[in-house]
């Protein structure tokens, strides 16, 4: 018996990777069965066989799957970056803007002088306690905004908001990292010195750019899907593995990766949403299994009170940053009162950054400690963290409304507030420019959409009272029918049938085959937007586009903004 113990304690690095899937793929089934996130479980079955519980396996044949960790860590950032399009953000960029300066000045600020001052920790671990503290956990707020089938305006603030202040902690932790290792000086300017700051940050960033357009080339060509997979996988391992070599970070240049995929190239879905789809789940349990043999208790009676103050800290930070914030870019009032609680869950990143810090030589006598704070408010992160986002998307009123709509083609960024335009053709024009950008209509030729949609507007006006005006293209087939919407609060000039000035613009586009909904969404528009007086006011005078939004998909508009199964049902 001893000597099979002593076999499995040096096992291979197979052995263990089948060992290490089954704990973490084990209690993190027993996890959901409570009602917990299964990385919970993932956590904490790493816990009892690792050095903290039964201690079943050597440090050197742990070290054995660091391969794995680091592809584990370079697939989060990719999906991290894939949740920032700039087209999709464009009416976004205040509240995300000023999210971003408080997320990372606030929260670590309180983080850092609770370790520093309130708890006695080293001046070095409570600026990486500080740093490490401005992440959210992404994988596990995409799996609840899908769980509870949510969308909106919240939905969408939320998802940019982790994607950047994920970003920001992992810049935050490599210049702290980098400061810490040069005693906080710097021999030579920072930007000649490769171990400079500006050097750790534009490396990255260059090294995931030129992965991204060289994988986009490839995609092109190799459209077969297994041709693909292998595409995406290299592309993650050569950009984890070159930025390594370079003594840069690899995860910075896997999230460079991840943004330019899904704002320049064509192949995006093909790697974040479909290839990476295939092995992710695996690949994460053997991450978060891994965290979890990591964690020592040998530190645990002195990290007590520093865990406590952590945590209290981080959700004091979340819940001051998002208010501030939001109130300065004037957000609505449901993503500024529920914003901070949903950004409390914390895991993937964090736990990556504790790895990093394991496996640094530099940082030996700090490692453990650290370690045991961050994965101990990682695992109440994780318990509690769920709850409070859903909690938090179920009183944004943006829960269970991830189904079509009739107008389902009118998001946010296809709104325009304090809209002008000296004529009528000018502001066709603007707004046909704005459908192709907010949609993506590559195929479709712009001057024969624009000459459409003039064609129709010279056999009669599509003005039609109220304030409303509804002109509309045609659309090659098989397009989806689309749309944008301006609003201006004074109101154009424009000939109508009762002399009143236009408030509202609605440019469709329509193929063929669509003109059945065409007509139903035309007759809800004109029914609603063109007569309700009491609508009229709110959405006219809409502050913007967020406003705009939330009102149209709100409860309230649910009478002509219905849902399509809803109405198929009835």
Known sequence: MTSALESLHHAGPLLLLAIVLLAGGLFGALARLVRLPSITGQIVGGVLIGGAGLDLFSKESIAGLEPLTEIALGLIAVTVGAHLHIGRLSNAVRRLFFLLIAESTITPLLVFCACYWLGGADFELALLCGAVS?????????????????????????????ALNNTACIVAFEVCRALIKTDFVFARSALLDPEGAFAQLLGPVLVGTLAALALDRVTRLALAPERLATAAVVALVLTSGLATTLGISPMLACLALGAVQTNITHSRSHLVDSVFDNFEPAILIVFFTLAGMHLSFDHLEHAGILVLLYFVARVAGKLLAADLALRAAQATENVRKNLGWALVPQAGVAVGLVLLIQEDARFSDAAGLFAAIVLSVVTINEIIGPVLTRIALSRAGETGRDRLRLIDFLQEEQILTDFTAPSKEIAICRLVDLLLR???????????????????ESQGSTCLGGGLAVP????????????????????????????????????????PEERDRHLQ??????????????????????????????????????????????????
């Open 438 to 456: 907010t949609h993506s209509l590559r195929g479709v030729d712009r001057e024969a959409l624009l000459a459409s949609v003039l064609d129709r």
């Open 521 to 570: 969404v035309l007759a809800a528009l004109a029914r609603t937007v063109g007569t309700d007086r009491a609508f009229q006011d709110q959405l006219f005078d809409s502050k913007s586009p967020a406003h705009a939004y939330e009102l149209l998909n709100g409860e309230e508009s649910e009478d002509f903004n219905y849902f399509i199964e809803d109405a198929l049902e009835a």
């Open 472 to 511: 509309h293209g045609i659309l090659p087939e098989g397009e989806t029918m689309v749309g944008v919407m301006a609003l201006s609060r004074d109101g154009l000039d424009f000939a109508s049938p009762d002399g009143r000035p236009v408030h509202c613009m609605v440019l469709l586009g329509t193929a």
């Open 134 to 162: 401005i992440a959210t956990a992404p994988a596990t707020i995409v799996a609840l905004v899908r769980e509870t089938r949510s969308k909106g305006v919240f939905v969408k603030t939320l998802i940019a908001a982790v």
